[in-house]
């Protein structure tokens, strides 16, 4: 019986109770792109730090031909392609050995049959007692076939036996509306206990994000600020400096408000702006990001237009090159009116929150790739330093850098050195990669990790799913009843339309510059 030699639970970070336990990662999907630039690397990564359990094998199960050997030299290509540590000839043979693969149909029964007889024949030879993950790296339309025939052919074991577990990881998008989303939701509900569910959200594991709960809750200063008395406004950021690129059949019946703002920016804005919790439990932290949910203001047809901005980026440049608008890129419709650009004012009608305006905003062919959230604490009465109002004092601001250079700063203001009084804005930063040296791992390390030792914190619950889609179901119903035939457009490398500039400054705010 051998285990895997590069596992070592006591440097995953997770408390004894909570370390990552012996299993089988079975990938469908195993031979996609998510899998060789993400998925395979990060277990790499993960087995570098010893973070893997000590008995642990892979399974990866696509339609592709490939025997073990050739999976390895597959999953060895995106290692050295998209690993943050450079691949270690040693390391990789103790790694490769955990890898294999097995062909298949996804809609074909014996594939499960043969995929069974599989995991007993290797679950054995590694030490493992039968816990299996299933990673779902397929289409969502093949998500009920997959789920009904891992449990049709007993791989799904059911919840409160002190035998094996059985967890499925479920990728993004959980459907494209509200009725698609329960769909999908009732099928997992049918076949697991949603405490077997784990919907990946990779936002949700980038070392920024995991920091706001410590920042806010973690030191003294922060959480008697954090109301309305003292902040102004929230700007979420989320800006992407590629196209549509190869995924335009996709994006042209998704755009922004469904690709970023119903999962990655929702789930943001429920961190920033959520209660103090009881106790540092799933179960509990996910109640509060949900009751946040529950208190977002819905966006009506009589205000969308003073609320939310939609636009598509047109000709321009990227890298001092041209590029065609959006509806000139391949793939995408002549007159499509899918946003690659939204912006939305939103308030959260709580105690805390009560006329604080949240402003998100999120395009592709801007200027660069930037996500940030940024906390403007209001300003000091018009005296002493404030009291002209032609040089008025900027606002400090607590800005959270979630990619790509992972950190914090705060802005305040200082005097500059002399014989006269002249106020200057100064940043104090904080950066991960200077602060500690080593690359933070990928948001993939920390979230499968997770779901190893059993941590649903940062996954999405099936109430938040369809809570967040009640949200934005308002406002895809008012535009489709809109009857508009072109959106506004912004030249590609911008920071996006002039009428979303329109949208804050009615609020007498500005967007940042990133």
């Known amino acids: 019986?051998?285990?895997?030699?590069?596992?070592?639970?006591?440097?995953?970070?997770?408390t004894e109770d909570q370390a990552a336990q012996p299993c089988t990662l079975v990938i469908f999907g195993g031979g996609g792109d998510l899998s060789r630039r993400k998925l395979l690397p990060a277990m790499y990564n993960q087995a570098l730090d010893g973070a893997l359990?000590?008995?642990?094998?892979?399974?990866?199960?696509?339609?592709?031909?490939?025997d073990d050997d050739a999976y390895r030299a597959f999953a060895r290509e995106g290692v050295e392609r998209f690993s943050r540590q450079a691949l270690d000839e040693r390391h990789w043979?103790?790694?490769?050995?955990?890898?294999?693969?097995?062909?298949?149909?996804?809609?074909d029964p014996q594939t499960y049959a043969r995929l069974k007889e599989r995991l007993e024949t290797i679950e054995p030879e590694f030490g493992i007692p039968g816990n299996r993950i299933f990673y779902l790296a397929i289409p969502p339309a093949l998500i009920e076939t997959c789920v009904e025939n891992l449990n049709a052919v007993g791989l799904v074991y059911p919840v409160g036996n002190d035998g094996p577990f059985s967890r499925i990881i479920v990728e993004k998008p959980i459907g494209h509306d509200l009725a698609s989303a329960r769909g999908v939701n009732d099928v997992l509900g049918r076949n697991l206990d949603e405490s077997q569910i784990y919907r990946i959200d990779h936002y949700l594991g980038k070392e920024t994000v995991q920091n706001i709960l410590v920042m806010r809750f973690g030191n003294s200063i922060f959480e008697p600020l954090w109301n309305a008395k003292y902040i102004d406004h929230v700007q979420i950021t989320v800006a992407e400096e590629e196209g549509v690129g190869t995924r335009a059949g996709y994006y042209d019946h998704a755009g922004a408000l469904r690709d970023m703002v119903q999962n990655h920016i929702l789930?943001?804005?429920?961190?920033?702006?959520?209660?103090?919790?009881?106790?540092?439990?799933a179960d509990i932290i996910r109640d509060h990001r949900q009751e946040v949910l529950n208190c977002l203001r819905p966006i009506t047809p009589d205000v969308i237009d003073e609320h939310v901005v939609r636009a598509q980026y047109g000709p321009?440049?990227?890298?001092?090159?041209?590029?065609?608008?959006?509806?000139?890129?391949?793939?995408?419709?002549?007159?499509?009116?899918?946003e690659t650009y939204v912006a939305l004012k939103v308030y959260i009608d709580t105690w805390r929150w009560a006329g604080v305006p949240f402003y998100i905003r999120t395009g592709k062919r801007m200027p660069k790739r930037a996500s940030e959230i940024a906390v403007h604490f209001k300003s000091v009465p018009p005296i002493l330093f404030n009291a002209n109002p032609d040089r008025q004092l900027e606002q400090n601001v607590l800005a959270l850098s979630i990619q790509p250079n992972e950190g914090l700063s705060l802005r305040i203001a200082t005097k500059l050195p002399g014989p006269k009084v002249k106020i200057f804005p100064v940043k104090m930063d904080f950066r991960y990669g200077s602060t500690f040296g080593d690359q933070s791992p990928?948001?993939?390390?920390?979230?499968?990790?997770?779901?190893?030792?059993?941590?649903?914190?940062?996954?999405?619950?099936?109430?938040?799913?369809?809570?967040?889609?009640?949200?934005?179901?308002?406002?895809?119903?008012?535009?489709?009843?809109?009857?508009?035939?072109?959106?506004?457009?912004?030249?590609?490398?911008?920071?996006?339309?002039?009428?979303?500039?329109?949208?804050?400054?009615?609020?007498?705010h500005k967007w940042r510059l990133l």
């Open 316 to 338: 321009g440049f990227h890298q001092g090159a041209d590029v065609p608008g959006y509806r000139r890129e391949e793939g995408v419709a002549p007159d499509s009116t899918t």
């Open 53 to 66: 359990p000590a008995n642990f094998a892979l399974l990866g199960v696509a339609l592709e031909e490939m």
């Open 442 to 508: 990928e948001a993939y390390e920390r979230l499968i990790l997770d779901v190893m030792a059993g941590d649903a914190t940062l996954f999405m619950r099936r109430d938040a799913v369809e809570r967040s889609w009640v949200f934005i179901e308002d406002i895809l119903q008012s535009w489709a009843s809109s009857g508009t035939r072109w959106l506004p457009e912004y030249s590609a490398g911008t920071w996006g339309p002039l009428e979303s500039d329109r949208m804050i400054e009615a609020g007498r």
């Open 1 to 14: 019986m051998s285990a895997n030699p590069l596992g070592n639970p006591l440097l995953t970070g997770l």
């Open 93 to 107: 043979q103790d790694f490769g050995r955990l890898l294999h693969y097995q062909p298949g149909s996804f809609t």
């Open 267 to 281: 789930q943001l804005l429920t961190l920033i702006a959520m209660e103090p919790p009881w106790a540092m439990r």
